[in-house]
């Protein structure tokens, strides 16, 4: 799912699954002004209720972006004992979960 300008990938192996974000500066390696690449793209958005295989549902995920910076919140729920890594820009965070419990950060 993508609106030109900020778009998410859902994929996995065998033994892990990614959701990859993907932001327009990083396509140019500094921000730039999106308003002429697709002046229909969202500056926020969000989407909920995805579940990874591995056993792990993103409750919510939402960004924003503003003066050309960025902001991921990511809201999710253990299904099972578990840890998820999630990584946005150049920020990593692993989140050991077990079933039920929930965790919400931000990037």
């Given amino acids: 799912m993508g609106n030109g300008t900020m778009g998410a990938t859902i994929y ?4 892990q699954e990614k959701i990859l974000l993907n932001e327009a500066t ?4 500094e921000p730039v002004d999106s308003s002429d690449l697709n002046p229909d793209a969202w500056e926020s958005g969000s989407v909920s209720g995805i579940r990874t295989r591995a056993g792990v549902e993103i409750v ?3 960004w924003e972006n503003s003066a050309g910076t960025t902001q991921v919140s990511v809201c999710c729920k253990a299904c099972i004992d578990g840890k998820i890594t999630f990584v ?3 920020e990593k965070k692993v989140v050991k979960l077990k079933k039920g419990e929930i965790e919400e950060f931000t990037f």
């Fill in 88 to 90: 946005f820009g150049g």
């Fill in 26 to 29: 990083l396509w140019s390696g």
């Fill in 60 to 62: 919510a995920l939402a």
């Fill in 12 to 15: 996995s192996g065998v033994n």
